[in-house]
Each structure stands twice: as structure tokens, then as C-alpha cells.
């Protein structure tokens, strides 16, 4: 008679292997949790770095002595971002301003804080002062800072320059400075202002727009830089205020898939941003979402855009100075803890104070905090504030 063999006992055996696999995981998990997530901190600033002649911005800053240079460069370490949108640092084709800035100011520490070296730059030509030969501003001449394809009084005034701790892919960068505003469907042409041929040789950009890849780990993450003409300056026609529209249209036409066919980069390159990449916008735009007299259509699309998101960086200062400096503040719908921008508070005057600068991040990008440099008067920092009209934004993002 055949032996009888015991069937297994399988539902214990899966019970031991089990218990014996709970150690293992929760030291794989445990690992993992030590292992320290890549966060990057993405700012933009508007600088004011802009000097009324060639060259005298970079004889200011070299030596390190310059004391706008020094507060600006102390607001960048008390907020260490990993990579910087400058505006308003005047452009030089060697780029020597932006390297002064960065490795005599920031790269040195201010009032005992913490020096940040950007080991990459970005800069390229802007058209702010690049002569048209017209009168654009119909003042009787073709030669004045308001004729060139960007406001400015020479070539580079006003331009702009990306630092960053995480390399920056300068060989697959896209400027988009020659670009013709004619060349944009449904563009905001100012009514009767200007004639058939000014009009076809007019730029888009009043300085450029940029999307600058930047290596983060083994993801890219493009930045998308620009700094809007404010929309004023100008008459009944508007000139400014429909360029500002357009200029931040841009983005939302980029992208939108399907809709920036009509976009062709410096190189002859056509299209928009591949749907599926990361990015963020950065720069002073120069529009309120709600307050001042901007066009605020195209802001509200980019806002409001499927693959932007608005982490709405805020500060305490913001709502401090509103209530104090008042004026055309007291008339402002927005939210005050919102603003970046320190103006002209006069009623009739100026606009007060606005949300003009913005990091906004892909929602492919997992977004942490943000916030704007504007700290209330007994706050650290507070005496630095001013060191520009503009302050400091910053938005921490994790690439997935």
C-alpha cells in the first residue's frame, strides 16, 4: 500500500514568508525615506540693474563695491535660489555685468550671509535700444530711446540674464528676439498708429522671450523667460498696453498645442513647447491679474492655462505697505499679500502696488511652497526691500 503524502501547508508558508519580508521592506522604505528629494527653488527679480549709458553698469559693479549691487545681492541669499531670472540688468554681449553681479556680489557674502555661486549663465541679445530708423513714438525724431524695437537709450538697456546652479543646456535654448509681432494671429495692432511697413518690421518682444532647458537630475526643465513692456507710456492708442497683451499671449500660444505654428525661433525653428514637458514661466510681465490698467485677457489665459500652475507666492509686507502707503492702493480689488511691485501710490498718479512678477510652474512639476520677498517692517530683511521696485519671487519645485 502506497504512503500517503501530507499535502503542504501553503497558507502558513505564505504567512512565514510574510512576516519574514515586513523587516526588508520597512528597510527599503526607510532607505528610501533618507534618500533627500531634489527640491529647486526658481526665482525671477526685477533687479532695476539698469544704467542710462553703455558699459556704466559694469564700471559700477566691478571691484564690488557698488551698494545697490550689495543689497540686491544680500535680498538673492536670504531667498538661495537655484536658478535666477534677472531683469533690468543691462545686456553686454560678453556678458560681463551678469558674471560681475554674480561673482563679486553674490558669490561674496553680504551683511554675514550665506554667498550662492551660479556655475552656469544665460544671456543673450535683447531689443531694447536696437534702432528701427523710425519714429515710432511720433515725437519728430527716428533716434530716440522710444524708436528702437525696445524702449531703451542704447542696445542691451534693460536686459535680462538666467543664472543657475543646474546646468543650463545653452545649445538647445530658443530665443525668439527677431520675432514679428505682425507675424502673431489676432494680434492687438494699435488702431491707425502704424503704417503698413512699420508695422511689418515691428519685433514682438520689447526684450526677448527665451526658453533656456536646464538640466535638473535626469530631467529638463525648460525656463521660459520674458519681461513684457509695461502698458503705459503711450496715448489713447495704447501702443504699450496691446504689446504687453501680446508679449504675455506668446506664452499661452506656446503652450497650446496647435496654436504656436505661427512662432519661429532666432534659428528658423517653428512650433511651441512639446506638450508633455516640464517648465516654468519667469519674469516681470508687467500685468495685475486684477489691479492697474493692463490688458489682463492674456494673463488670465496663461493663469488659467491646463498646463500652468499658480502657486500664488505671498508676503506679509505686501498687505503691511498697502495699508500704509494707501493712495491708489485703497481703490484695489487684488490681494494685496499678492504684490511684487512698489509703485507710484498718488491717486491719478501712479498704479500703486501690483502682482507684476511670476513663477509659475508645469503642473507636471510637483509645486512645495513659494513665496515673495517683501518682509513687514520688523521682519528680517526689511531694510533691503527697497533695494528695487520690484521683489524677489520664488516658487520650490520637484521635478517627478
Excluded at 52 to 66: I, N, W
Excluded at 90 to 102: L, P, Q, R, T, V
Excluded at 262 to 269: N, S
Amino acid at each position: 500500500m502506497a504512503a500517503v503524502r501530507k499535502a503542504p501547508n501553503y497558507t502558513l508558508w505564505s504567512i512565514v514568508c510574510l512576516l519574514l519580508s515586513v523587516p526588508l521592506a520597512l528597510s527599503f522604505y526607510e532607505r528610501r525615506a533618507r534618500e533627500p528629494v531634489q527640491v529647486v527653488r526658481f526665482a525671477a527679480f526685477n533687479v532695476a540693474l539698469n544704467r542710462p549709458t553703455a558699459g556704466a553698469l559694469l564700471q559700477e559693479l566691478r571691484g564690488g563695491g557698488s551698494e545697490a549691487g550689495k543689497r540686491l545681492a544680500a535680498i538673492v541669499q536670504r531667498a538661495q535660489p537655484d536658478v535666477l531670472l534677472l531683469c533690468e540688468l543691462d545686456h553686454d554681449d560678453a556678458g560681463a555685468a551678469a558674471k560681475a553681479f554674480a561673482d563679486e556680489y553674490l558669490a561674496v557674502s553680504q551683511q554675514g550671509l550665506t554667498p550662492i555661486r551660479y556655475e552656469f549663465t544665460f544671456v543673450a541679445p535683447s531689443n531694447t535700444g536696437e534702432p528701427t530708423g523710425r519714429d515710432l513714438d511720433r515725437d519728430g525724431r527716428s533716434d530716440g530711446p522710444g524708436d528702437a524695437h525696445g524702449y531703451g537709450a542704447f542696445p542691451g538697456q534693460y536686459g535680462m540674464a538666467l543664472l543657475s546652479r543646474h546646468p543650463i543646456l545653452a545649445d538647445r535654448a530658443r530665443t525668439f528676439r527677431a520675432l514679428p509681432w505682425s507675424a502673431m494671429p489676432g494680434a492687438l495692432r494699435p488702431d491707425g498708429y502704424y503704417d503698413d511697413a512699420t508695422w511689418a518690421q515691428l519685433r514682438l518682444s520689447s526684450k526677448s522671450h527665451w526658453d533656456v532647458p536646464i538640466g535638473v537630475g535626469a530631467q529638463i526643465v525648460h525656463a521660459l523667460c520674458a519681461h513684457p513692456t509695461p502698458p503705459a507710456f503711450d496715448g489713447p492708442e495704447d501702443r504699450n498696453g496691446r504689446r504687453n497683451h501680446d508679449e504675455v499671449r506668446f506664452w499661452v500660444d506656446y503652450l497650446t498645442p496647435g496654436k504656436g505654428e505661427w512662432i519661429v525661433d532666432d534659428a528658423g525653428t517653428a512650433g511651441g513647447l512639446p506638450d508633455g514637458a516640464h517648465f516654468v514661466v519667469l519674469g516681470d510681465l508687467n500685468c495685475d491679474p486684477v489691479d492697474g490698467d493692463s490688458r489682463r485677457e492674456a494673463l488670465a489665459a496663461l493663469l488659467g492655462h491646463a498646463r500652468v500652475f499658480d502657486p500664488q507666492p505671498r508676503s506679509s509686507g505686501g498687505v503691511e505697505w498697502s495699508r500704509k502707503q494707501f493712495g491708489s492702493n485703497a481703490t484695489h480689488g487684488g490681494d494685496a499679500s499678492l504684490d511684487t511691485g512698489d509703485f507710484e501710490d498718488a491717486v491719478g498718479v501712479g498704479p500703486g502696488n501690483l502682482r507684476v512678477d511670476y513663477v509659475l510652474p508645469s503642473r507636471s512639476l510637483r509645486t512645495v511652497q513659494g513665496e515673495v520677498f517683501w518682509p513687514a517692517e520688523r521682519e528680517p530683511g526689511a531694510g533691503l526691500a527697497t533695494a528695487s521696485d520690484h521683489r524677489l519671487v520664488w516658487v520650490d519645485v520637484v521635478a517627478p
